[in-house]
């Protein structure tokens, strides 16, 4: 009787049973229950019902001279009263009310998000990177391969030329080598990528001011140094460039197992995200 009450007058009033739970803070599960006639509400939960149904609460209860204040005495005294948790806060995210402090995942912006729906979105972003990190082993395979075989091209050309086995010698080794550098760029997860632009970022000095008159002299003048220093400061970025790679190239022959083997065993671990 008391359900069906509940399940009419819920109804009349446009609510679906989360909203009318989170009015009287409980759980949808509660309310749901309530309708079905497998738990009665406390007395407590029905007088608020009436504030928030606005009937008398013998309509609620299908009987005839209820009082709110004088029932509310009785059932804290002599009934059992369903104990009503607090509620810190509504999920951000799946929208449930949060009863226990542990339940909170995280806060941000002044939204708290349950454990649950952080551990899934830690969970998903977890996913992502590894599905990156299998994406730039396949292109690192794939640009690294492609270098390594136009380097042994040319070395088999140089060889057919001159006749010495010199030439596929030193396109093997720049090749090995190139394939190491551009792999260990393209996985993410060492410190080649990061040192090559480095050393690249050293070729950009600044240049000292220039002194000149206000007439045509001092003009070309002006315009001849600029041009210098913008000469001198290409050559030396060009040259810091080259460095750069170089020395990645060199280091990157022995850094790369390593890197292979961290992104197959730990692809989720990475620096950059191609």
């Known amino acids: 009787m008391i359900g069906d009450n509940i399940k009419r007058l819920r109804m009349e009033k446009g609510m679906t049973q989360k909203e009318l739970a989170d009015k009287l803070f409980v759980t949808a599960q509660a309310v749901s229950r309530w309708e079905n006639g497998e738990v009665e509400p406390s007395v407590s939960t029905v007088a608020e019902m009436t504030r928030i149904f606005n009937v008398p609460g013998d309509v609620i209860l299908g009987i005839e001279g209820f009082n709110s204040q004088t029932e509310t005495v009785v059932e804290t005294k002599y009934v059992y009263q369903e104990q009503v948790k607090p509620v810190l806060g509504i999920c951000g995210s ?13 806060q941000s912006r002044g939204n ?26 396949k292109l690192s395979f794939f640009l690294g391969g492609l270098f390594l075989a136009i380097a042994l091209i040319v070395g088999i050309s ?16 720049v090749g090995v080598i190139g394939f190491c550098y551009i792999s260990c760029c393209l996985l993410g997860n060492n410190f080649i990528g990061e040192m090559t632009l480095t050393i690249f970022s050293w070729g950009f000095v600044k240049m000292p001011g220039v002194i000149f008159t206000l007439d045509l002299d001092g003009i070309v003048w002006l315009l001849t140094v600029k041009l ?18 170089v020395l990645g190239g060199i280091l990157s022959i022995f850094v790369y197992p390593f890197a292979l083997k961290k992104n197959l065993k730990h692809p989720e671990l990475s620096d950059f995200n191609l």
Not at 94 to 106: A, D, L, R, V
Not at 114 to 136: L, P, S, W
Not at 158 to 173: D, F, K, Y
């Open 158 to 173: 140089n060889t057919v030329e001159t006749h010495s086995v010199i030439g596929v010698l030193e396109g093997l080794l």
């Open 94 to 106: 799946c929208h449930n009310p949060i009863y226990e402090k542990e339940k909170i995942g995280s």
């Open 112 to 137: 708290l998000y349950c454990k649950d729906c952080v551990d899934k979105r830690d969970e998903t972003e977890k996913q992502n990177t590894i599905a990156k990190a299998i994406r730039r082993r």
């Open 228 to 245: 210098l220093f913008w000469i001198l400061g290409f050559a030396l970025a060009i040259f810091f460039l080259g460095l750069g790679i």
